[in-house]
């Protein structure tokens, strides 16, 4: 019923760019908070960014000024626009949503993960 889709990722070098997007099925329910999350090989899931349904944005400092969150949501859909991306910065990033559901409350929702490679 609900799934939420990365694409975008792959192979860049160092200080290059990258888009990635998230699509959200939802059947009929509403998207609230989305962000996105990276986990690289041997650590915890970090969070990276989120966006409220307004456009209020909030970014980790490892990723402030290099990267921009954005969402439509009339087409549900959240983006990541990366820049200047560092080695540092590989890892699987995950789509998170939380979606609404009158008189059900709400849920989380994770997206698969795409790969995210910065390299020379």
């Known amino acids: 019923q609900v799934q939420l889709v990365e694409s975008g990722g792959g192979l860049v070098q160092p200080g290059g760019a990258l888009r990635l997007t998230c699509a959200a099925s939802?059947?009929?329910?509403?998207?609230?908070?989305m962000g996105w999350y990276r986990q690289a090989p041997g650590k915890q899931r970090a969070w990276v960014a989120r966006?409220?349904?307004?456009?209020?944005?909030n970014y980790a400092n490892s990723v402030k000024g290099r990267f921009t969150i954005s969402r439509d949501n009339a087409k549900n859909t959240v983006s990541l626009q990366m820049n200047s991306l560092k080695p540092e910065d590989t890892a699987v990033y995950y789509c998170?949503?939380?979606?609404?559901?009158?008189?059900?409350?709400?849920?989380?929702?994770w997206g698969q993960g795409t790969q995210v490679t910065v390299s020379s």
């Open positions: 998170y949503g939380d979606v609404v559901y009158m008189n059900s409350g709400t849920r989380g929702y």
């Open positions: 939802v059947a009929g329910a509403s998207l609230n908070v």
């Open positions: 966006i409220t349904n307004s456009g209020t944005t």
